[in-house]
């Protein structure tokens, strides 16, 4: 047993049980994605649910006034699963006076015996701690951290590569988390050609962020074949015993955001035929959800007349409301419908600003865009 009457101030360890509500992530923390998606949190909630929380987490104490009481330096992953569990967050808890720097040692330590994070989003921390000054140079954050300089200096200029382009930096921090040093440093080398670059970018126009894997943005991006991207199966029907003869009907997507649909009508009953017509109209009203508000507006001045929707039943007027704003991809409730149909009943501005300000509010762009919208009742 330990005899804590000998120990000095220093050597006594501050530990805390918090309400998660009360702690925000260091912002220099690097575990972005890794380990942090649902699967992985709610196993780990429910394991704490059922033995407790196993391992502590580190936590800064934060000036009086603030939003919240402390800061986790690590732990990140065990105070969401707290937060899902619904129990207080364990965790050493430091003096507000502790250094950014020993913050990012002991974070960076604990990393290597945890669930590991990517080495891209090593980077990237480093690389915000050396631009804040965190750090004086590269030299002193690989001895800090315990790192040699090389590895640091790799990082960072990998890290300014795939990050300094805007459109580049959509695509590649949804799935930071999956990239491999190696992988990572490819494309950030394949980056420093300026034609391959500007190539690149014309083709990441039709690419979807956190669609395209990490294994598979170089390819996408600078492979000289882009339909080499795996492509996903959305839908397929086979007709045969068990459903394992000819494919009938199939729905693929690829990594460069183009579809595929390969049919046979003439094998397709009406009501599969019908199943199909509902896919594609699923699969569009998603990947065309920016322009869903035009959609809905069209689809209402084509069905009802400024007459009819300021005479008619206030039910059925919600009714077609509702059903044109579930064909334009929306999931609107009754009291959205109940909304739209005020304004169109009302119609203060002509039947064209009314079924703008029906989708958008009364600050939306008739157009078809919105500007900052206080009455938008969605």
Request: glycine share 8%; proline share 4%; with cysteine.
């Amino acid at each position: 047993m330990t005899d804590t009457k000998n120990l000095s101030q220093d050597d006594l360890v501050h530990i805390e049980a918090l309400d998660p509500d009360q702690v925000r992530p260091w912002r220099y923390h690097n575990r972005t994605r890794s380990g942090m998606d649902d699967a992985s949190l709610d196993a780990l909630a429910a394991s704490i649910q059922r033995d407790g929380q196993q391992q502590l987490g580190l936590a800064r104490r934060l000036p009086p006034g603030d939003t919240h009481v402390v800061e986790a330096i690590f732990g990140v992953r065990r105070l969401e699963a707290c937060r899902r569990a619904k129990v207080p967050w364990r965790a050493e808890v430091r003096d507000a006076s502790m250094p950014d720097s020993v913050c990012a040692a002991l974070m960076h330590s604990e990393n290597e015996w945890s669930e590991g994070v990517s080495p891209l989003e090593n980077a990237a921390q480093w690389k915000a701690m050396l631009d804040a000054g965190v750090f004086a140079n590269q030299s002193a954050l690989a001895v800090d951290l315990g790192c040699h300089r090389g590895t640091v200096s790799r990082a960072v200029r990998t890290a300014t590569a795939l990050f300094e382009e805007d459109w580049l930096e959509r695509l590649v921090r949804p799935v930071m988390h999956e990239f491999t040093g190696r992988a990572a440093d490819r494309l950030a080398d394949a980056c420093a050609d300026p034609e391959r670059l500007l190539r690149a970018k014309y083709r990441a126009r039709n690419l979807v962020p956190g669609f395209v894997p990490a294994q598979s943005l170089y390819v996408a991006l600078f492979g000289k074949d882009v339909a080499a991207v795996q492509r996903e199966t959305v839908f397929v029907r086979r007709k045969g015993r068990a459903g394992g003869g000819v494919v009938a009907a199939k729905i693929e997507r690829d990594g460069t955001g183009g579809f595929n649909v390969n049919v046979r009508p003439h094998e397709q009953t009406p009501a599969e035929l019908a199943e199909l017509a509902e896919q594609i109209e699923a699969l569009l009203a998603t990947e065309a959800a920016a322009a869903s508000g035009v959609r809905l507006g069209r689809r209402l001045i084509a069905s009802l007349t400024p007459k009819e929707a300021k005479d008619a039943n206030r039910a059925w007027l919600e009714g077609c409301i509702w059903s044109a704003a579930r064909a334009s991809g929306l999931e609107w409730d009754r009291w959205r419908c109940a909304a739209a149909a005020d304004v169109l009943r009302n119609q203060p501005g002509g039947w064209e600003n009314a079924v703008v300000g029906a989708v958008g509010g009364t600050s939306a762009d008739p157009s078809g865009g919105r500007v900052e919208d206080e009455a938008d009742t969605d």
